[in-house]
């Protein structure tokens, strides 16, 4: 129900001294410890000058995360959305100023006087509730929410490409040393043929030895698959269609054929939980709809309240001519809700509901950063520690797998033995390009997690 009638110049005083309603923002308490529970020990490196995927010195990888971040479609499509934040800032700040429209009518008549006329009408919103002004404080806290989760997009598709050139170069490793495994085991067959030709070993050796060389060659099919899924999905995370030929992931020749060829030489920039308030973009992002729906409560509330609207026109009848009955009005319009059945006290409740999700979602999403972060630095810790084992299982099968193949040419040991410390050696060195695969993946891990820089 509304009401429209001249206001008091007292009346009208006491309205515009009003205060917005609703409640004011208050950051809320983050459950993060003063230190986390563990620290990277590990040898000096290099400080970090650029982006945290440098550390890698790969320079195609640069060039591959580099052509991600201009291309990539996900961020394309945020960047958008946050220029239509941005315009409808813009629009709830114009609801501050008055509203201008002209018009103009004519009748033309075969008998009887022709008629014209021409007027300008406004209207003027005066925020005595506070309505515009939470309106307004609720799209500038979209506007930076949206520029932090665009922010945060960026982050994940960085570390998205990096993790997907590691599998790549896994894939890649993994087939270089099925071709070292399937050469080993050629030879070993070929040894086998010969002395059961010579009558010193039974069938059953060569079954087994060519059975074990098919089950290695087996395993080419999963590891192309594997290969071509991580270029496919790089392919689009660039914004291209997938098949396309990457020479970034160009097979390397410098690397061992048992290792990965990756290292990460840059000091990961730990700090302390209370950085990652300030660092994470998904955190900023979070908190800044937690403002948002803080203010969205101050605007349902607002409807509980009067409002005033001040319109008026300027018409000019210009049947006789130009300046003629010229005519001029303003006025004041007060709309009091009174009754709707409980609506708006609803709306109200919703919102408040609204602001009490976003401040768990918020507080939520600060501890699954801190979990991420310390699982982050356990896993590099544990990973390391692998792959020195690894490297010391790798060099002692070497040993063991000669001494063994030699002791069985001169038949002093049983091709069973032999057979064993093949499969060992071989399993060894695919744990260690797996192992190596993993350390890169726990570094991507903890720099995302920690939101490292990226430029």
Do not use: H
Request: proline content about 4%.
């Amino acid at each position: 129900m509304r009401l429209t009638q001249k206001l008091s110049p007292a009346l009208l005083t006491l309205l515009l001294a009003s205060c917005a309603v609703g409640p004011d923002y208050v950051a809320p308490q983050t459950p993060e410890p003063a230190q986390y529970s563990r620290m990277l020990e590990r040898e000096p490196a290099r400080p970090l000058e650029n982006a945290w995927w440098t550390g890698f010195s790969e320079p195609e990888l640069d060039a591959l995360v580099e052509t991600a971040l201009t291309r990539n479609l996900d961020i394309r499509q945020s960047a958008e959305r946050l220029v239509a934040a941005e315009a409808l800032a813009g629009a709830a700040r114009s609801d501050f100023f008055p509203t201008l429209d002209a018009s103009a009518d004519a009748n033309l008549r075969t008998s009887g006087r022709d008629t014209a006329s021409a007027g300008l009408s406004f209207s003027q919103i005066v925020d005595v509730n506070g309505r515009l002004r939470r309106t307004e404080e609720r799209a500038r806290a979209t506007v930076l929410a949206t520029r932090f989760e665009l922010t945060d997009i960026q982050r994940l598709t960085a570390a998205t490409a990096v993790s997907l050139y590691v599998d790549a170069r896994r894939a890649r490793a993994r087939l270089t040393l099925l071709d070292t495994s399937l050469e080993l085991q050629q030879r070993t067959l070929d040894i086998v043929e010969r002395r059961a030709e010579a009558g010193l070993s039974a069938d059953l050796d060569v079954r087994r030895a060519t059975a074990d060389l098919a089950r290695t060659r087996a395993q080419r099919g999963a590891l192309q698959l594997q290969d071509v899924r991580a270029r496919n999905a790089l392919s689009v995370l660039l914004g291209q269609a997938p098949g396309g030929v990457l020479d970034a992931l160009s097979a390397r020749t410098d690397a061992p054929s048992d290792a990965l060829g990756l290292s990460y030489d840059a000091v990961i920039p730990v700090g302390v939980p209370a950085d990652l308030l300030r660092q994470r973009p998904d955190l900023r992002a979070a908190e800044a709809r937690l403002i948002v729906a803080t203010a969205d409560i101050g605007v349902q509330q607002a409807d509980l309240y009067p409002a005033l609207r001040l319109p008026g026109a300027v018409t000019a009848d210009l049947s006789d001519g130009p300046g003629d009955a010229i005519a001029a009005s303003l006025s004041a319009v007060l709309d009091v809700p009174l009754f709707d059945f409980g609506r708006r006290q609803a709306e109200v409740d919703a919102s408040q509901a609204r602001a009490a999700e976003a401040a768990l979602a918020y507080q939520q999403a600060v501890l699954g950063a801190l979990e991420e972060v310390e699982t982050g630095l356990v896993a590099i810790e544990s990973v390391e520690a692998r792959l020195t084992d690894l490297e010391i299982a790798v060099t002692e099968s070497e040993r063991a797998y000669d001494q063994l193949n030699a002791l069985y040419r001169e038949g002093l040991a049983s091709f069973i033995d032999v057979l064993d410390a093949q499969r060992t050696l071989i399993g060894s060195r695919e744990a260690l390009v797996d192992s190596e695969a993993d350390l890169a993946d726990a570094i991507i891990a903890l720099n995302l997690a920690l939101a490292s820089p990226t430029a």
